[in-house]
């Protein structure tokens, strides 16, 4: 026994697609909304009895007939509203990620600015360290005071208070 | 300048198929190898398509074959491309994100490390009483920019190491 398959589908379709679609259901007294499974069910119904009757004239495949011509319309234009949503969805995804890169290529460029700027900085610092360790009056008067450099060193390497 | 790109409206709906609609939808489907957005949008042109019967000649229907024909292929070409484009840069996304979360943890160790190198310069002028003002760069800081400048093109990777 096959249990019973209830469907929720939420789909997107172009505007215009949608308002050919809600102007043929209302021409016929059908509500856009609520009849949609009536017109799913229709669609299905039709695309399975053309299909089979493109299946029994097989002979005819190839042939420029209006009546197989009028089967390849149908499925082509149907085929083509699905494919219209599906696309434009998909650019839509593509240009959102375009400019998420776009920002994090931006902010990658600032942080190289940042870090360059910050050894630049850093650099000068311990250059001028460097500096007053050696000018004459730290040799003089700092270097003799009691702990200094063991403060010095601590500082530098982020050990101990 | 960011470009503006403008897109056609969608409309976004929901379709609810109960019992044996929804055991034929599912059959149909798994039979022609459409995922379930597909065969809902297919079926439902479909559907809309029969309840429109214009009186069409056949060079009309041979158009409009053909123009449908035309756009389908524009179509999945474009979709093909997008497809391709979307795949290329979220692993570019994946790449800057992981780069620029780097940059964020060498930034703060490169700030705590200027920090510190301020914090040593104030004591030392502090103690020789007082070249400049703390933390500050001299009036005459030529030797040290000099010093700065050959440490950087002499010690880059140990400035890489240190954060």
Redesign the interface.
């Given at each position: 026994m096959r249990t019973s398959v209830e469907w929720e589908i939420e789909v997107e379709l172009l505007e215009d697609d949608w308002s050919t679609i809600r102007r043929a259901l209302e021409s016929h007294g059908r509500d856009p909304e609520a009849d949609l499974p009536w017109l799913l069910e229709l669609g299905l119904e039709r695309y399975r009895r053309d299909e089979e009757e493109w299946e029994a004239s097989g002979e005819a495949k190839g042939a420029a007939t209006r009546r197989a011509q009028e089967l390849r319309r149908r499925e082509t234009a149907a085929l083509v509203v699905s494919m219209r949503a599906r696309t434009i969805v998909a650019e839509m995804r593509m240009h959102g990620l375009s400019e998420r890169a776009h920002a994090l290529g931006n902010a990658l460029r600032e942080n190289r600015q940042r870090m360059r700027s910050l050894r630049e900085e850093n650099a000068l610092l311990q250059a001028r360290i460097d500096r007053l360790n050696s000018s004459p009056s730290s040799s003089s008067t700092a270097f003799r005071r009691p702990g200094l450099w063991e403060r010095i060193a601590r500082r530098l390497t982020g050990r101990g208070r | 300048m960011?470009r503006r790109?403008v897109?056609?409206?969608?409309?976004?709906?929901?379709?609810?198929?109960?019992?044996?609609?929804?055991?034929?939808?599912?059959d149909?489907i798994r039979e022609k190898g459409w995922t379930?957005?597909?065969g809902?949008?297919?079926?439902?042109?479909?559907?809309?398509?029969?309840?429109?019967l214009p009186d069409?000649t056949?060079s009309e229907?041979?158009n409009?074959?053909a123009a449908?024909?035309a756009?389908?292929a524009s179509?999945?070409h474009?979709?093909y491309l997008?497809?391709e484009?979307?795949r290329g840069?979220?692993m570019?996304?994946t790449g800057?994100?992981a780069?620029?979360a780097q940059?964020?943890e060498?930034?703060a160790l490169?700030?705590?490390?200027?920090a510190?190198?301020?914090?040593?310069?104030a004591?030392?002028?502090a103690?020789?009483?007082g070249?400049a003002s703390p933390g500050q760069?001299?009036s005459d800081?030529a030797?040290?920019?000099?010093?700065?400048?050959d440490?950087?093109r002499t010690r880059p990777r140990e400035?890489n190491r240190s954060g």
């Open positions: - | 960011t790109v897109f056609p409206p969608l409309h976004r709906l929901r379709v609810r198929m109960p019992g044996v609609l929804g055991e034929r939808f599912a149909f379930a957005e597909e809902v949008k297919i079926l439902l042109a479909y559907g809309a398509d029969a309840l429109t069409r056949f229907v041979f409009e074959w449908a024909r756009e389908l179509l999945r474009r979709a997008a497809d484009a979307i840069l979220q570019n996304i800057l994100e780069t620029n940059f964020q060498s930034l490169q700030e705590a490390r200027r510190r190198l301020r914090r040593v310069v004591e030392l002028e103690q020789l009483g070249e760069p001299s800081d030797p040290d920019r000099a010093a700065a400048a440490a950087l400035q």
